[in-house]
Structure formats: structure tokens, C-alpha cells
């Protein structure tokens, strides 16, 4: 089975896990520092703030913006549910708008339609790898005074118009669970330009202390450990790289998926990097289900990111969300994520191919 996500750990990786732990030195420490300025250099932000989780970074992000009680959070149903988990937490509600078809992403005009004056932030994804069109974003933002904070868990590297991701709204918040781009094992990280919002954040991560045994205000245990932080500085070294073959193995793909017929290949907009955190096909003929079924028995690992929208969680439905997002919804009945990743050889590459062309006659 060639499996859809593969994270690639080396020894240089283990080598500095090692020399972690015989420092003794382990929670957060110098090793997370030195990973916060390297990984901030990396964006182009002045500031970056490593934590346990790409959630706890939404969460802090959203809590140094000031979002609260009575806020509304604008932000997109297809993706994760931490998307909107994150803006829960804070006691604000989120509200979804719907996503481009092509892309994936929320949809500008979307936004501006789902504006209210208790509108506090918007919280677009760059889903899958690919940057949200974030012009007009930013656009509505400062036209409303809006923050706006980026959920990049997926979008490592990826560049929108010449500007890093993670570096264009408020904060960008990315993720380094094992199957991201790059890894910590577990963690997140908030990127900023804005001195304030880095510090609270960095408060708020370590129990609401200011110094040590003063707690100023009601925060949380949200640190990244020295281990985790090693990891970090290992993979950031090797980031570039595993975008480059990311981008080669996506474009193997789509060059021979544009040829079979009831599939469609990503869309890719002009003037980004798209680095493929997922590839994601659509297919247009026959049940997603029976696709995946001989995709998987064919020896070839898929995913579905995301079949339910938010909304339609049970926990939204029980909170009383009863939002429409057509499009999101008829995504999430047709999308299908297969392997992408940098592992790949030739010969992979070779039979995924063959197996959706297969898929595609016998559906046919």
C-alpha cells in the first residue's frame, strides 16, 4: 500500500533528540527559542511563538486579537474542525461562509456577505497547501477593522504573490503534526509582526505568567517542548526541499490525470506556491465511495479532507449551527486526497496513475 501521508524522520532528526535529551534540558528551553527565531526568519515575520499544537495556536492567536464573548469569527466549513473549535474556545462564534469550487477556499464575496457588526476577525485556511486569495481579504479586513488571523496547519512554504504565508494578516498559525509538511512530532506555531500580540501569546501559553510564580492573567499550559523544538530546527532545514518534490510529484500527476476522464486535477491560481500539504482530485462520475474502495484495493492510500462540513458536526448541530454552504457540501461529497508526498518514487507515482485510469474505465 502506498500510504497518503509518510513523514520522513532522519538521523540527523533523532541525532538532535538525542542531544536534547542528555542535556537534561528537555520542556521549553533554548532548543524552542533558537526554532521560534529560525522558523520566524523563515516566514519574514519579526516574531514567532512556538506551542503545543496548530489548535493551541489558533486558540492563543485568536485570544491575543482580543476575540471573545459576543465576537463573530468568520472563517471557512471545509476544513478541520479545529478551524472552528478554536474559535469556540475563546467563547465567540464562528460563522461560515462558503468556499471557490476551484480552490477550495473561502470565497471573498462570501465574506463580505456574512459581515455583522459584531464581526471580530476572519479566519481564512489555506487549505490543502494553497493559499486563500488573500488581497481581498485583507481589503474587507481593513475596511471593517478586522483582524485577521491565517490557518496555514497546511501551507508550509507556500507563497501568495511574492509574500510568505504566515506573513500577510495579523498572525498565521501553522501546524506540525507528523503528516504536515514538516514535523515536531506534535506542536504549532503563531507568527507576527506585532510585538504585543507575541507577547501575550507567549503568557498565555505558560499559565498567564509574566515571571515565574506571577500569574497575571487566566492562561494555559501550551508550551512546545526542547525535544519537539529539535525536530523543528532539523525539518525547517529540509522544508524547501520536501516542497520542491512535492511540487515535481504533483505536477507528474495532474499532467496525467488531466487525461482520464471523470477526474478532475487541482486548480492551481496564478501567482502562488501551491505546496501540496494533500492532492486532491475530484471526481465526477460514479460513487466516491466505490472509487476509494478500488483505489484502496489496488494498493493505493486516500483520504477524504473533508467529507462533513463543520456545521454539520454533531456537536455544531447540538450548539443549533444551521448553515448552507452549497458548495462546500458538494465538495465534500466528491473530493478525494491521494499520495502526494516526498517519499514517492517513480514507480508510485506510475501506479497511482494506473489504478485511477483503471477506476476511471471500469466506472465508465
Avoid at 19 to 37: C, H, T
Avoid at 188 to 195: D, E, F, K
Avoid at 285 to 309: A, M, Q
Wanted: glycine share 8%; charged share 25%.
Amino acid at each position: 500500500m502506498i500510504p497518503i501521508a509518510n513523514p520522513i524522520i532522519e538521523d540527523e532528526e533523532i541525532q538532535e533528540v538525542l542531544k536534547v535529551l542528555k542535556s537534561g534540558f528537555i520542556a521549553q528551553g533554548p532548543k524552542v527559542a533558537e526554532f521560534e527565531e529560525k522558523f520566524a526568519n523563515y516566514i519574514g515575520t519579526e516574531y514567532a511563538v512556538a506551542v503545543s499544537s496548530g489548535t493551541t495556536a489558533l486558540h492563543l492567536a485568536l485570544l491575543a486579537a482580543g476575540v471573545g464573548e459576543g465576537d463573530e469569527v468568520i472563517t471557512t466549513p471545509f476544513s478541520f474542525a479545529a478551524t472552528g473549535n478554536s474559535v469556540l474556545y475563546t467563547g465567540a462564534k464562528p460563522v461560515f461562509a462558503d468556499i471557490d469550487p476551484l480552490t477550495y477556499n473561502i470565497d471573498p464575496e462570501k465574506i463580505e456577505n456574512a459581515l455583522t457588526s459584531t464581526t471580530k476577525a476572519i479566519l481564512p485556511v489555506h487549505l490543502y497547501g494553497q493559499p486563500a486569495d488573500m488581497d481581498p481579504i485583507s481589503k474587507i479586513a481593513t475596511e471593517n477593522d478586522l483582524i485577521v488571523i491565517e490557518d496555514a496547519a497546511q501551507a508550509h512554504g507556500a507563497i501568495y504573490k511574492n509574500k510568505m504565508i504566515g506573513s500577510i494578516g495579523n498572525m498565521g498559525c501553522f501546524s506540525f503534526y507528523p503528516t504536515k509538511n514538516m514535523t515536531t512530532s506534535e506542536g504549532g506555531i503563531v507568527t507576527t509582526n506585532n510585538l504585543a500580540m507575541a507577547d501575550k501569546i507567549r503568557i498565555l501559553r505558560a499559565h498567564g505568567e509574566k515571571e515565574r510564580y506571577k500569574h497575571s492573567i487566566l492562561g494555559y499550559n501550551f508550551r512546545m517542548t526542547d525535544i519537539s523544538a529539535a525536530i523543528g530546527i532539523a525539518q525547517l532545514k529540509k522544508l524547501d526541499k520536501f516542497n520542491k518534490k512535492r511540487i515535481e510529484n504533483a505536477a507528474y500527476l495532474t499532467e496525467h490525470i488531466n487525461e482520464i476522464e471523470g477526474i478532475k486535477a487541482p486548480y492551481v491560481m496564478d501567482g502562488i506556491r501551491h505546496v501540496f500539504h494533500q492532492y486532491t482530485i475530484r471526481v465526477e462520475n460514479g460513487s466516491r465511495d466505490e472509487w476509494i474502495k478500488f483505489i484502496n484495493e489496488n494498493g493505493v492510500g486516500t483520504g477524504i479532507h473533508y467529507p462533513i462540513p463543520i456545521y454539520e458536526q454533531e456537536l455544531y448541530q447540538n450548539l443549533g449551527f444551521n448553515d448552507k454552504c452549497p458548495e462546500t457540501e458538494k465538495a465534500g461529497n466528491e473530493v478525494i486526497s491521494v499520495p502526494v508526498h516526498p517519499s514517492l518514487n517513480v514507480e508510485d507515482l506510475e501506479k497511482i496513475v494506473q489504478v485511477l485510469e483503471d477506476d476511471s474505465l471500469k466506472i465508465i
